[in-house]
């Protein structure tokens, strides 16, 4: 068996930046809070440094200043750490960006637990139910390259305000790039089996995959849903 190859979701990010803006998406903007080597918008800057702005540690002010450019047409997307810009930015994100309804993207990276080497401080687990919570806000947690890459498309085609949030460490890339269609706010079924449904988001769909290969060795026939879209919910 081949090795699996892994990718961390954020390079994904930082890489499908360059490639809309190689593929004519003039209006594309990227913000960060002086974190670009680690949300991998570095690799963005590299290409285009003229339209990539490092606001500081800065998060409020980066969000008002997305805000700014969205009502002159451009997609901005704003980076840095889950814990960052949807804590500190929480307020700027509710009331200059969604409120108004305005076009910005919010590329989070290194949310939840597995952040394990920056600490509890950085390990940002409420930021789905910060987001969720404001009226109008698309959000997204891709499992993989393949899905997190389509995420970040589907993001700038859409109009409105999105978070998407990507994970730190390396993670398997188990869809088929050729075969896979991303649609937002629409669940994918991964196994079939009637015994137990495992739901799962981002970086912990793949441990649904391996733990119901486990199930599966014990005759217990697992279900499991990657539900990439938190918002709108795919209730069916």
Known sequence: MADIK???????????????????????????ADLAAATKTEIF?????????????AEQNMVGVAAGMATMGFVPFVSSFAMFVAGRGFEQIR???????????????HGGISVGEDGA??????????????????????????????????????????????????VPVFHDEANYHFELG??????????IAIVATGLMVNEARIAAEQLAAEGIHARV????????????
């Open 45 to 57: 800057r590299k290409e285009y440094p003229d339209r990539h702005f490092d606001c500081g540690i």
């Open 186 to 195: 629409k669940g994918e079924q991964i196994t079939e089996g009637d015994d």
């Open 95 to 109: 009331n200059s960006v969604a409120y108004p309804r305005l076009n910005v993207k919010i590329g989070a990276t």
């Open 225 to 236: 849903i990657n539900i990439h879209t938190i918002k709108p919910l795919d209730e069916e």
């Open 121 to 170: 401080s950085h390990q940002c687990c409420e930021d789905f139910a910060l987001m969720r919570s404001i009226p109008g806000m698309t959000v997204i947690c891709p499992a993989d390259d393949v899905e997190a890459r389509a995420a970040v498309r589907a993001a700038y085609e859409m109009q409105g305000p999105v978070y998407l949030r990507f994970g730190r460490l390396a």
């Open 6 to 32: 892994k990718i961390a979701t954020r390079v994904s990010y930082g890489n499908t930046l360059v490639e809309l803006a190689q593929q004519g998406a003039d209006n594309l903007v990227v913000f960060d």
